[in-house]
């Protein structure tokens, strides 16, 4: 019989770097999870993003046991990492902040391939292109 989930937690940590205080141990621990069970694996699983943020799901059985799945660096980071800017614009239709090329969302799309709800590149390239421009970011041919 399967097991019981009680929690789906989803947590942004720094890749390569959880440690047992927050948001991980904080939040691991209103569960009753055993966070070193969390945190080696995860930062041994990370290490080749190091210094980017990684978004990880954390399903948490009724036994107090856990799996866990990291999804990689999150879209809008990729996308300010590739237009070059530090933030997203306040007003995203009124001031563009930056400027992204297809081939960019196309490299982004690949990556992210698994996680978006799209049939094909175009799809998936369409999903990232609207994400960039909620943030201001212009996309070009």
Do not use: C, Y
């Amino acid at each position: 019989m399967a097991k019981k989930i009680i929690g789906n937690l989803k947590l942004r940590i720094p890749a390569g770097r959880a440690t047992a205080g927050p948001p991980v141990g904080s939040t691991l621990g209103q569960w009753g999870l055993n966070m070193m069970d969390f945190i080696n694996p995860f930062n041994e699983g990370t290490k080749d993003l190091m210094g980017k943020d990684v978004i990880v799901h954390i399903q948490v059985f009724e036994d107090r046991t856990f799996t866990w799945k990291s999804l990689g660096q999150p879209v809008d980071d990729m996308i300010r990492e590739r237009a070059g800017i530090q933030k997203g614009s306040g007003k995203p239709h009124a001031e563009k902040v930056g400027k992204i090329s297809r081939a960019q969302l196309e490299e982004i799309a690949e990556i992210k391939k698994d996680q978006l709800n799209a049939i094909d590149v175009d799809g998936r390239v369409k999903v990232i292109a609207g994400t960039a421009r909620s943030m201001g970011v212009d996309v070009t041919e």
